[in-house]
């Protein structure tokens, strides 16, 4: 991996080029091999990377950056380190994504068509301050046979080039061994460096911004590369009417408070009025987790009334419940430990909500009754619905995808947690023996094709 300050932001690209033409031909025991080299490299060296990642912590404070920001950027809070290098492994443990048969059909005898898999190509990736991302998308790119351009927050720029030089290092250093180029990975770091990538549509095949909706706007707008959206994360759960307090109680909490700043975490909670009870969410969520509730007139009026009746109106409640801001804590993530809180009167009157304000990304019903669920996990236009679960399942990691390079909010080519199945597409091989087209029926030819489809389990290229 390389950091680069280049004149010639063409060259960045085409080196990006050659390097993916490279990696789609290198065996998948060789592309595994060298992320357990870069394992190995970063764990090494893990005092280096912690003292550049500490450097960035005291620059992002000192500059005022959020809370729930600095959150994001420290690479070394509780096993986050740890974590991120067993990612790599288990990429590189994962089944080769690369030359899957996906179909096989014998147009005639001795000519069979077959659909395979196949990497990408170029991929530039812009993500926000968490370093973590380096290590994931280095690990997915390599593995999926793709050349990756990645650029970073600027608050993690001490940790990405610290992490960058044992990462270039290591991979120069095997190249022989391997066959991995050097150059299969790139760092960037400025606006101006992905200003004029973004330009490079003639080697670069797909853009993947992690960021906010303004980001994603902006990049679509700025390039004819297809684009892949990681856009905000303005999750919510529906209490429907049926729902079980326990598992209410258990799953807001964790939805909201286990990791406020993550993007799967839960934003809006919608209680249906009929839901028996209700309240003692919030209460669980202001007394367990901390949660300040920003509630509606109807929800609070509601709220303290009950609270007021039963003598757990105390001053920390009543400190935690503030009035909502319609205009905007609908549309837009706290990334801290507040919560939108909102009166529906139905199933499809959270649907319609959900759809109306979410970013697409990850929404759950609580309830015990099946038809509801259903109609919500079918009505919801997200990528990811559930029903009785966190939201914070959302993740690669969790969905055995090793790691992931973001949660995709658009429809094509690739939805949710995007992993090595999100970084391939395919292309048709014809395997044939001499065959021209102008012998069969439509190119001046009598003979017809077979069309006959082949069981794709008993064949091996």
């Not at 500490?54 to 500059?63: A, E, T």
């Not at 935690?320 to 809180?341: H, P, R």
């Not at 759809?355 to 919500?376: G, Q, R, V, Y």
Request: charged letters at 25%.
């Amino acid at each position: 991996m390389k950091t680069l300050r280049m004149s010639s932001y063409e060259e960045i690209a085409k080196n990006a080029r050659l390097a993916g033409n490279i990696l789609k031909t290198i065996s998948n025991s060789d592309r595994s091999k060298i992320l357990y080299k870069v394992h190995d490299g970063l764990k090494e060296n893990s005092a280096a990377i912690e003292a550049a990642n500490r450097l960035d912590l005291q620059i992002s404070k000192n500059n005022g950056l959020s809370e729930s920001l600095v959150k994001r950027l420290d690479l070394f809070k509780g096993d986050k380190f740890e974590t991120m290098l067993q990612g790599i492994k288990d990429v590189a443990d994962l089944e080769d994504p690369v030359g899957k048969i996906k179909m096989a059909r014998e147009l005639d005898d001795g000519l069979t068509l077959y659909q395979l898999t196949a990497p990408v190509g170029v991929i530039l990736v812009i993500f926000e301050s968490r370093p973590e991302v380096i290590a994931n998308i280095t690990a997915l790119a390599i593995k999926s046979g793709n050349a990756g351009i990645l650029k970073g927050g600027r608050e993690s720029v001490n940790t990405f080039r610290e992490m960058a030089r044992i990462i270039n290092s290591t991979i120069a250093k095997f190249e022989k061994e391997t066959g991995v180029p050097e150059g299969a990975v790139q760092l960037i770091e400025t606006r101006d460096d992905v200003s004029n990538l973004l330009m490079q549509d003639q080697y670069i095949d797909l853009v993947i911004p992690r960021g906010s909706n303004a980001l994603v706007k902006q990049i679509k707008s700025s390039t004819k590369i297809p684009v892949l959206g990681h856009a905000d994360g303005i999750c919510s759960i529906y209490l429907d009417e049926e729902a079980d307090l326990e598992k209410a109680k258990r799953i807001t909490l964790d939805a909201k408070t286990n990791y406020p700043a993550g993007c799967n975490a839960v934003e809006t909670l919608l209680i249906n009025k009929k839901f028996p009870n209700w309240y003692e969410v919030l209460l669980n969520l202001s007394n367990e987790g901390d949660v300040t509730v920003h509630v509606t007139e109807e929800v609070k009026d509601a709220y303290v009334s009950k609270l007021k009746e039963l003598n757990k109106y105390s001053a920390k409640i009543a400190s935690k419940t503030v009035d909502i801001n319609e205009e905007q804590d609908f549309d837009g993530e706290f990334l801290s430990l507040d919560c939108a809180v909102k009166f529906v009167s139905s199933t499809q009157n959270a649907i319609d909500h959900i759809n109306t304000h979410s970013s697409k990304h990850t929404d759950a019903i609580i309830t015990e009754n099946e038809h509801d669920a259903e109609l919500f996990l079918k009505g919801v236009d997200s990528s990811g619905v559930y029903w009785n679960a966190s939201t914070r399942f959302a993740d690669g990691f969790r969905y055995g995808f090793g790691t992931e390079v973001g949660i995709s909010t658009s429809k094509i080519h690739a939805r949710g947690p995007v992993g090595l199945d999100g970084l391939v597409t395919y292309q048709y091989q014809l395997r044939g023996n001499g065959q021209v087209a102008s012998d069969y029926l439509g190119a001046g030819g009598k003979k017809a094709f077979v069309h006959k489809d082949l069981d794709i389990k008993n064949i091996t290229l």
